[in-house]
């Protein structure tokens, strides 16, 4: 039996032909994905959407799980047995921290959203400042444009021809199309035509037995010892960095010295060491280089261009880092002519035809996106199977670095059907929420979706907000 659960494990945490390959089949009949063989799935509640976000949810976390399953049974433990509460693992695509006693700032900045405009409709994502007055240059408005303003503005634009204007300007702006109208897209032929996750060549890595941390054999605690360095944000980069840290990774997280994010910090800092770093000045970029040499993971969310200007290219990793893992996420894909372009869930959402089947699908007169940043999740624990499978192959002396993208992600579930809106999610028992402290108050965090028994899925590394740490590695941590 346990030579049977361990092939199950291994057929779950490897391979890269999609996402049913790894974590079970999609149903044709209803259109949703199947539970994932091997993973017990508890819950009946499901977020309502035009497809199917709780089956994406449930399958992105148990590839997650089953990597970190399978690394425990590369370190000597015995198969464990997983498990999945789909009701818990919608919440956590959602928010997992809720304050006690104080408040989050607002998630949008006050002029983000969805606007109509000639021949349809535009989003505009205006979150970081450099964005926002991006959006207002070309609008031919000033800093402190209400939305009313911008939305009379906008009204007079054609959509693509202001979506070109946005990003010509380094704004980040989407359209909202059809998945008829992506699919005939060069970039949606592109993406569509990518892998799941995209697997660079191996490449042989001795360390000569040098770097003890890159031996762990902490079975409880599978990633203890391995240094992550995560260059991410908002929001699958960060998703995928929590998740090892769970596991015991070593995870130091750098920002540049003007990024704010207020209302994310308590949930995308927790597990984590966060410093920052002005990476586009010499100082900066050789610090980053010293941190590099000493870590085991990269995980970046830049796109292709954007670490070969800094002189960080693929190549150059390569040569300079020969035992480092890398893995990049970015928005639009790694191929096609939008390959460069920004983007977020909320934009992906609107380009790939998500927030125009969501109209149809609920009679709406306006885009209807998924409730909760569905691409950004999943594609962050996809991001975290991938980097565990990725070490597996370094422990046995190769090195494979790996890509994935929000818009590969919503291929898989753009093939779904809608949810049934006949089982929403039940009320969660406020028992079951874990108490935490944070540097900004008390909190209650969601308890974990997923269970992979005899592992501890912890911290004692408080949230404690960004450049709370020096960029360094914690001396004598592996």
């Known amino acids: 039996m346990a030579q049977a659960d361990d092939a199950n494990l291994a057929d779950m945490a490897m391979g890269c032909a999609g996402l049913q390959a790894y974590c079970g089949a999609m149903d044709v009949n209803s259109g949703k994905f199947m539970p994932p063989t091997g993973v017990k799935i508890s819950g009946s509640g ?17 590839r997650a799980a089953a990597a970190v399953a399978r690394l425990a049974v590369h370190q000597g433990a015995a198969p464990p047995k997983i498990s999945i509460d789909r009701d ?39 979150n970081a400042p450099h964005h926002r007055a991006a959006a207002l240059k070309v609008l031919g408005l000033g800093a402190g444009a209400d939305r009313e303003t911008v939305a009379s503005a906008v009204d007079h634009w054609n959509g693509e021809e202001l979506e070109s204007a946005i990003v010509a300007a380094n704004g980040c702006a989407a359209v909202m199309r059809s998945q008829a109208q992506w699919l005939a897209h060069p970039q949606g032929r592109a993406v569509s035509a990518e892998p799941l996750v995209q697997w660079g060549s191996r490449r042989f890595a001795n360390d000569g037995g040098t770097l003890p941390r890159s031996r762990p054999t902490n079975a409880r605690r599978p990633l203890e010892g391995v240094r992550v360095l995560d260059l991410t944000r908002v929001i699958a980069g960060p998703v995928a960095t929590r998740f090892l840290a769970m596991y015991g990774a070593e995870v130091l997280r750098i920002d540049p010295p003007d990024w704010e994010e207020p209302a994310l910090e308590p949930e995308m800092t927790v ?8 990476i586009k000045t010499p100082e900066g970029l050789a610090a980053l280089q010293e941190l590099l040499a000493g870590a085991d993971i990269f995980i970046h969310g830049y796109r ?141 965090r969601l308890p974990p979706a997923g269970q992979i028994s005899g592992l501890v899925a912890e911290t004692n590394v408080q949230a404690q907000g960004y450049g709370s740490a020096p960029p360094v590695w914690i001396p004598n941590s592996s």
């Not at 499901?46 to 148990?62: E, I, K, N, Q, R």
């Not at 607002?106 to 405009?117: F, M, R």
């Not at 597990?271 to 002005?278: N, P, S, T």
């Open 46 to 62: 499901t977020l309502p959407a035009a497809f199917d976000v709780t089956g994406l949810a449930v399958s992105a976390m148990a």
């Open 88 to 126: 818990l693992a919608s919440l956590w695509f959602g928010l997992s921290f809720n304050p006690v006693g104080w408040e989050l700032p607002p998630v949008w900045d006050a002029i983000a959203g969805d606007y109509p405009c000639s021949g349809g409709w535009i989003r505009l994502h205006t």
């Open 304 to 444: 292709p261009d954007a670490l070969d200007r800094l002189g960080l290219s693929d190549y150059f990793l390569a040569q300079a880092h020969p035992t480092l893992v890398v893995v990049a996420l970015d928005a639009y894909g790694w191929s096609g002519p939008w390959a460069n372009r920004r983007g977020f869930d909320s934009l992906v959402q609107m380009s790939c035809g998500i927030a125009h089947a969501g109209m149809a699908h609920f009679g709406s007169d306006r885009p209807h996106p998924l409730p909760v940043q569905a691409l950004d999740h999943a594609t962050g624990y996809l991001c975290a199977a991938t980097a565990i499978e990725a070490w597996c192959e370094r422990l046995h002396g190769t090195v494979r670095n790996a890509r994935l993208s929000l818009a590969r992600t919503a291929v898989e579930l753009l093939r779904t059907g809608p949810s049934d809106l006949g089982t929403l999610l039940p009320a969660l028992d406020p028992a079951m929420l874990v108490p935490e402290s944070t540097l900004w108050g008390p909190g209650l």
């Open 271 to 278: 597990g984590k060491h966060c410093a920052r770093l002005d």
